[in-house]
């Protein structure tokens, strides 16, 4: 079961930072933050993923809390081909992903 | 590297029917995850292949089945196809499945069932 909370849908700028926060209340300590993002009807496509320390790559930045129990995805400069599903999925012990029902983020221009 | 292929890309079956869904892994990864996704229901694990061995699985019935050849090549099957079968099916690969790796997917196969 998804152990992540996420905003159904979020609206961004072109050209602004598009922040968007998941909720993880429940995450034990050697569970990893993933987020990918999915165009419709593609293959979720990798952003990111992090334990403790923020990270940072090419794509985006993960902002975690210090209590783990929620973080942020920050796209500093959305574009409008950053419109997709973003999900966030807290990584349980084995190999399946629990994607949730994500958010919907839409880059108007 | 080549990505993770899927075939076919699109699929049309009627009722009854079995399908066979192949999908070829990153060169060098052992791990093979499938997934189902569908409008109601989003994405749901279906089972998970290493080294040929399933390793995990999600809660779906024993008519979703697949298997791993030596090589870390997958199939899944779906045998008596329902109505509901219909879904979008996503194979993903990584190098071992440990909880550091990425998960890496296919553009997946679109099963229409009539």
């Known amino acids: 079961d998804a152990k992540t909370t996420q905003p159904p849908s979020m609206d961004c700028a072109e050209g602004r930072a598009a922040n968007l926060p998941c909720n993880h209340s429940?995450?034990?300590?050697?569970?990893?933050v993933y987020w990918y993002r999915q165009i419709h009807s593609q293959g979720p496509q990798y952003i990111i993923h992090?334990?403790?320390n923020n990270e940072t790559n090419e794509m985006a930045s993960l902002i975690i809390t210090e209590d783990r129990k929620s973080s942020t995805l920050i796209l500093p400069h959305a574009t409008l081909r950053d419109t997709a599903v973003y999900y966030c999925?807290?990584?349980?012990?084995?190999?399946?992903?629990?994607f949730g029902t994500g958010t919907s983020l839409t880059v108007i221009p | 590297k080549a990505g993770v292929t899927q075939t076919p890309r699109y699929l049309i079956k009627t009722r009854g029917q079995q399908v066979t869904l192949s999908c070829s892994p990153i060169?060098?990864?052992?791990?093979v995850s499938w997934y189902q996704q569908t409008p109601g229901q989003g994405l749901q694990f279906l089972f998970e292949?290493?080294?040929?061995?399933?390793?995990n699985k999600g809660n779906f019935p024993g008519r979703f089945s697949g298997r791993q050849f030596s090589n870390s090549r997958s199939e899944m099957n779906v045998s008596t196809l329902e109505l509901g079968d219909s879904a979008l099916y996503l194979c993903?690969?990584?190098?071992?499945?440990?909880?550091?790796?990425?998960?890496?997917f296919g553009s997946g196969t679109q099963l229409s069932v009539l």
């Open positions: 060169s060098g990864h052992r791990s």
């Open positions: 992090g334990l403790k």
């Open positions: 292949y290493f080294s040929e061995t399933q390793r």
């Open positions: 999925i807290v990584r349980p012990p084995g190999n399946q992903f629990y």
């Open positions: 429940t995450i034990s300590g050697n569970e990893y």
């Open positions: 993903a690969s990584s190098g071992t499945g440990g909880r550091n790796e990425k998960l890496f």
